[in-house]
């Protein structure tokens, strides 16, 4: 039976002013980091605690109307936009860091706390929070949680999955489960490690407990000049295939360097550079130097134009924001951009890099590659301007031959942002149809009627949901 | 059966699985057999040992794909001739097979220096019941397209489907591995274990290890640059390559042999507490591996439970660990889809 009065029900729980319905109030969630597809849900809601979380889904579980949470707003595949009519529970107001436990090297946090505040509140003991993704500054820990995050240094360190212990779950009955254990030890199903990364499509993370990683007691920050990109690409390769995992191995191509040499923090990269990259050596100190002059070594091997070496901690913090403010530096060379992002295998990225490079040129457009060289995680920036819709449809179409690039080369169709809304439909080039419905058969395990962020990560047909505004292509 | 396609394997577990569901039987997959749990109902034991296909492996991407029953000192053989490894040593230096290292959700005692086990599962290759021949997870060292199913593979016994191909992360070897080794008062070790923890880090292992009737054993083991280990000579003395993890003696099993974790607080309350099992604990990351009498196992279990820790029976009779009941509606849904006549048990 549904429930004509969720609406007032919900106001009851959250308060008057934490459900939001009035469309100038809903337009600045129509869309996330992915703006190509705008549809505005159909409330927003602000709960401000886990009990208020189980509350609001179980009235809108009861009443059979979509919903999903959201942080910052900040997933770059379309997974924080509502679609089918959805319910948005913008967990902005859980931000709190509740506990830094030293002794067990854990930190408890809410949902919607940002990912680069736990690194800031844990520094003085010692410890920094790993997963470092560009959008630190911004995207939120539920964020991370739903999306699997990465960022540069998940090269050595790993990715979210690798860096919660436990979390609290609201189900999309609204029950509350707790899964994983302060020893970040399995027992049974490892149900934390599917979740992670399901997207918000299986529950709603209201509490996390994370790991802490000891700061290293070295580092080395090396910047690799570089006259051609393949030569860059082929210094990666060299670099792995000597047995050296670098904390961080990030790459940037002319167009990029182009960018970010206009932004805030240049670093004064010659104009006529092809390629640079960016290499973090850390761990303990005698390991540092002796890995650092290797990288070296093997840099001087590749044509290298110039080695640089971070002489001090302000060199280094400047490297990174050049490198971490690429894909808005894009702003300045190009009215608008779409960020892809796929993964290779490491030893194809000349192959990769030269394929990318043909696309750009069939669909006339210009392509700027930002990306985790040392994983194969690439991140090409496809720039295009808005107001010609005929370059939209290109670069849209672009960004779905790059993955299938991809995957020819034997890669994945997303490596950090998800699938989203953005590649549903790409699913089917990496995964076979007996795959999916082992893939279905999770999501039915979680969600049986489809409620929890509907349309996303699974290429499926559309359900019989009440919608609001339908999702609409921009152009 | 040794040498086959996928598309053989795949037809002979279908075969396999009919006459399982004909016997009333519940099939049990083994590769070496190590790591079994008692079983209340009758099974159909079928070993996956000969499966031992290396299938791709491309030393520059850091990547291997080969046939779950093949042995992990094999892959390593292989991996060895590009200075690169699986780093997975078990306190009872028993071999596994890949499939068998997954669904027994085995780890070992490098985990501080290397991560977890499954941290290192990229995909699997699986036959089911239910949907057939799968692919889960992919190839490449990052990828987060769909949900990560491999995840719900591991440690689950094959309760889902029989894991034919696995696709693991490899780590470069290191230049050298060196131990160093301490015995004596409990307190004295943990202080000596913290010390250990502020000159260098992360170990490779930093273990403390108890047998009955023998002293407590502090084992430092250091995988990095010949530097490194100079440098820590020069701090800790001279060490050895491959000194022993426990005191007295190899491994001995008894009646249940565990796995497990507990928080760091909670570690050296646990080494005074226990008394009558053999226990490691691997003092970076707070897991555990150990053997017991079952009254003791089963004591251990609880006092776990009440450390919030977990408790992990590797092979042994079942001790009855419960699972959260919204936990189990997800299992027995996702079981009606991969296994809906409970072949796999």
Redesign the interface.
């Known amino acids: 039976m549904r429930q004509q009065n969720w609406l007032e029900d919900l106001k009851k729980i959250v308060g008057v002013r934490n459900v939001l319905t009035d469309p100038m109030a809903l337009l600045p969630y129509s869309y996330d980091g992915y703006t190509l597809v705008e549809s505005t849900p159909r409330a927003v809601v602000l709960p401000q605690s886990r009990d208020e979380v189980a509350a609001v889904v179980k009235i809108l579980a009861r009443a059979e109307i979509p919903f999903l949470a959201r942080g910052a707003g900040t997933s770059l595949s379309g997974g924080a936009t509502a679609l089918e009519g959805a319910v948005i529970l913008h967990l902005s107001r859980m931000n709190h860091i509740l506990e830094i436990d030293v002794?067990?090297?854990?930190v408890v946090v809410e949902p919607g706390v940002v990912n680069v505040h736990i690194t800031k509140a844990v520094e003085p003991y010692g410890y920094f929070y790993a997963p470092d993704p560009s959008s630190q500054q911004a995207c939120t820990i539920g964020g991370n949680f739903a999306?699997?995050s990465?960022g540069p240094h998940?090269l050595k360190y790993?990715?979210t999955?690798?860096h919660i212990v436990a979390a609290e779950v609201v189900?999309v009955d609204g029950?509350v489960?707790?899964l994983g254990?302060?020893?970040?030890?399995?027992?049974?199903?490892?149900?934390l490690?599917?979740l992670?990364?399901?997207e918000g499509t299986?529950v709603i993370a209201t509490k996390l407990w994370l790991r802490l990683t000891?700061q290293?007691?070295s580092s080395q920050t090396i910047l690799a000049l570089f006259d051609e990109v393949d030569e860059a690409s082929r210094a990666v390769?060299a670099i792995?295939?000597?047995?050296?995992?670098p904390a961080a191995l990030e790459m940037m191509d002319q167009l990029a360097i182009d960018a970010v040499e206009r932004g805030p923090y240049p670093v004064g990269y010659p104009a006529d550079l092809r390629a640079v990259l960016l290499i973090e050596v850390d761990?303990?100190r005698?390991?540092v130097?002796?890995?650092a002059r290797e990288v070296e070594e093997i840099l001087h091997s590749h044509r290298v134009r110039e080695v640089r070496l971070a002489r001090t901690s302000e060199e280094k913090t400047r490297w990174w924001a050049n490198r971490k403010t690429a894909f808005g530096a894009m702003g300045l060379i190009s009215p608008q951009y779409y960020v892809q992002d796929g993964?290779?295998?490491?030893?194809q990225l000349p192959e990769a890099l030269a394929r990318i490079a043909a696309i750009a040129k069939r669909y006339d457009i210009r392509i700027a590659n930002v990306f985790?060289a040392g994983?194969?995680?690439l991140h090409p920036l496809l720039l295009y301007d808005g107001r010609d819709p005929q370059m939209v449809q290109r670069v849209i179409q672009a960004g779905s031959d790059i993955l299938a690039v991809c995957v020819e080369l034997?890669?994945?169709?997303?490596?950090?942002?998800?699938?989203g809304i953005e590649?549903i439909e790409d699913?089917r080039r990496?995964?076979?149809e007996?795959?999916?419905?082992?893939?279905a058969?999770?999501?039915?395990?979680?969600d049986?009627e489809g409620l929890l962020n509907p349309g996303k990560?699974?290429p499926t047909a559309p359900r019989c949901h009440e919608t609001g505004s339908g999702p609409v292509k921009r152009d | 059966m040794k040498r086959g396609s996928v598309e053989s394997r795949a037809n002979h577990l279908a075969a396999v699985f009919d006459q399982t569901r004909h016997d009333h039987h519940v099939l049990c997959v083994e590769g070496l057999g190590h790591r079994r749990r008692e079983s209340t109902r009758p099974v159909t034991v079928y070993k996956t040992a000969e499966w031992d296909r290396m299938i791709a492996y491309e030393p520059a991407d850091l990547t291997v794909t080969a046939e779950s029953g093949m042995r992990l000192s094999t892959l390593n053989a292989i991996l060895a001739e590009h200075d690169q490894w699986i780093p997975l040593w078990v306190a009872d230096d028993k071999e596994d097979t890949l499939g068998g290292a997954v669904s027994a959700g085995i780890d070992g005692l490098w985990q501080g220096g290397y991560g977890p086990f499954r941290d290192r599962i990229l995909g699997l290759r699986v036959v089911t019941p239910g949907l057939g021949a799968i692919e889960l997870g992919s190839h490449v060292v990052k990828n987060v397209a769909g949900y990560n199913v491999p995840r719900i593979f591991v440690g689950t016994r094959g309760a889902l489907g029989v894991i034919t191909a696995v696709t693991l992360k490899v780590s470069p070897r290191p230049p050298i591995c060196w131990s160093w080794v301490w015995e004596g008062d409990l307190s004295a070790l943990m202080r000596r274990a913290h010390e250990l923890r502020e000159l260098a880090w992360p170990w490779a292992a930093l273990t403390l290890s108890y047998q009955p009737g023998s002293e407590m054993r502090l084992r430092a083991e250091w995988h990095g640059r010949r530097e490194t280990v100079r440098y820590l000579v020069e701090n800790l003395g001279a060490g050895g390559h491959e000194l022993p993890l426990w005191t007295e003696g190899p491994w001995i099993d008894r009646a249940v042999v565990f796995k497990g974790a507990l928080p760091r607080r909670a570690m050296g309350e646990l080494l005074e507490w226990v008394d009558e099992a053999a226990l490691i604990i691997e003092w970076q990351t707070g897991r555990i591996f150990g053997s017991a009498s079952r009254s003791e196992a089963q004591r251990l279990a609880i006092w776990l439970g009440e450390h919030q820790g977990v408790f992990d029976v590797v092979s042994g009779p079942d001790l009855g660990i419960a699972m959260n009941p919204i936990l189990i509606d997800a299992w027995t849904r996702l079981k009606e889809a991969y296994d809906p006549e409970g072949i796999l048990g």
């Open positions: 002794e067990n090297e854990v999306e699997n990465g998940c790993g990715v999955v690798n189900t029950d489960v707790m254990n302060l020893a970040g030890e399995i027992d049974g199903p490892d149900w490690g599917l992670i990364g399901s299986l000891k290293p007691a390769s792995v295939a000597a047995g050296i995992i761990g303990e005698h390991e130097l002796e890995t993964v290779i295998p490491r030893s985790h994983d194969g995680n034997g890669g994945s169709i997303t490596g950090e942002h998800g699938v590649k699913m990496q995964f076979g007996g795959d999916l419905k082992a893939q058969a999770v999501k039915t395990a979680w049986s990560l699974l």
